[in-house]
């Protein structure tokens, strides 16, 4: 099975399929949204054919790993293939912003420096792959209640049930997301950083590899710290305007 996997252009074929679903979203699911919308939604759509796929392929790598816990080991067929899968929906996802919104330059380095991480683990280190799919799996947890909540948010202004069903997300998404990205995935990016720096992938993993990964890492974390506070500011502040007005 290790073979096949390694044999098989899964990155080609990953990124052609995530391409597809852009297309399907954008000409036929979709087709009748304002532009804007559209093309929004059609990310959503390659998003949500990552995420929860993302999150069973990282699990089922690690559990087939014979290294379970390890962070510098080499990285499997199986792990690569998971690392393929992330880096064609993030190159999809990376055209669709270049393309569409260039000037959404936050997402845009954001996917330029995952990529890089995937990409030198990948092709360049051979190692480490364990330490990122316990963080990517930690990421895309919350991938399918996010791109519904977001979908279903473009749409708010003028479909009742597309407002319901964001305002129904909301509240379990924003408490899901701090979990994941406010405590969970800083703990497992303590936990590598305690692992490199005691010297474990000391001849394996080049000092400039496991630095640049951890800072990418942690700069991603903090920023979705920061993103889903103001999430949870403009929440809290529409409660409150809310139980004003009942009061009034």
Not at 7 to 22: D, E, R
Not at 197 to 205: K, R, S, T, Y
């Amino acid at each position: 099975m290790d073979a096949l996997v390694l044999v098989c252009p899964t990155l080609p074929g990953f990124f052609a399929g995530f391409i597809s679903m852009y297309i399907l979203g954008y000409f036929v699911f979709f087709r009748n949204w304002e532009l804007k919308h559209r093309k929004e939604a059609s990310s959503c759509l390659m998003s949500l054919a990552h995420g929860s796929p993302a999150v069973i392929m990282a699990v089922r790598a690690l559990l087939h790993s014979q290294t379970l816990g390890t962070f510098a080991h080499p990285n499997s067929a199986l792990e690569n293939t998971v690392l393929e899968f992330s880096m064609a929906y993030f190159l999809a996802d990376l055209l669709h912003y270049m393309v569409f919104f260039p000037d959404e330059t936050l997402f845009i380095l954001h996917h330029l420096a995952t990529l890089y991480v995937f990409v030198t683990c990948r092709y360049m280190i051979h190692y480490g792959a364990h330490g990122l799919l316990l963080l990517l799996i930690l990421a895309e947890v919350t991938s399918a209640c996010q791109n519904v909540w977001s979908i279903a948010g473009s749409r708010k202004a003028d479909v009742p049930a597309a407002a319901s069903l964001h305002e129904f997300l909301a509240a379990p998404f924003y408490v899901l997301y701090s979990l994941v990205r406010g405590i969970l995935g800083p703990v497992c990016l303590f936990k590598m950083g305690v692992f490199y720096l005691n010297g474990g992938a000391h001849g394996l993993i080049p000092a400039w590899a496991w630095i640049s990964w951890m800072v990418v890492i942690g700069s991603a974390i903090l920023v979705s710290i920061l993103w889903v506070s103001n999430l949870w500011a403009e929440w809290i502040g529409e409660r409150s305007h809310r139980a004003q007005k009942k009061v009034g």
